[in-house]
């Protein structure tokens, strides 16, 4: 069989097991908050979460102007206390974005060093080059500020956190935005037990938090100064 077709062959078995519902597993995190799919090995997560934007570009959907419209002010939300904060030259990350919308927004905003990284940033994107927020590229404390929105598709949370808290500079700052209660998509690989649980959590891995707020069922959160933890070769191991 050729590469592409093996490919495709393979992105169907991954999605026949992850379905909504179907695909996960009873493993949980040592507090028994956080529940994970079952992927057998990472090139599965790895096979499962990229097929996401190939399905919504397969639809129509991917850069659909209406949807992204949204996506815009939403963004233009979130971030416009970001001045505030950071001069126009803060190394800004968002991690998992997809198609970059929220990239784009910070480039309007004058955030003349914001840049994308996704598993799958889809055809020609200017925003978003490839990247696993898993294992990131990046430099230690080499970042200023990291968006995310995807945490609901991580591989383990702890190893994630730390991931995060390497690249970020002492005294940084990470915004994370996610929905309220959010349970299994057919696209998630991690559901947490209550929004409580994921917000001590996080405060496992960050001194402060700046912001914390709420819009319909958005949740988002501005945290600073990372609680930096030497899990290198946690990570190693399972990515
Ligand atoms: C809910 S979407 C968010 C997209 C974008 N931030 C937005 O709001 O339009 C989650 C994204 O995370 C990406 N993703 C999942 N696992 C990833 C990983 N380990 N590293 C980087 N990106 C990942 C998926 O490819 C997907 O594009």
Redesign the pocket.
Known sequence: MKEAGRRAENAKEVREKHTGDSGWSEKTDPSGNFTYRDYATYQEYLDH??V??DEMIEAGKGFDPKSVGA?RTRFFRRFRSLPYHFENDAVIL??????G??VEVLQDMGFSNAYG????PGPENRWVRK????KMDEEDSSVDLVFC??ID???DIDLFLAEQTRVIRPGGYAMYEFIKNTKGGAFEAVEWESDGALLRKLLEYFEDVIIAEKEAHWRWILLKSPIKQDRAAEVRKVV
């Open positions: 979460q990229k996401k934007f996506m968002c991690a998992g974005a997809r198609q919308t929220e990284t996704d598993l799958n990247g696993d927020f898993m929105n995807a598709h991580v591989l």
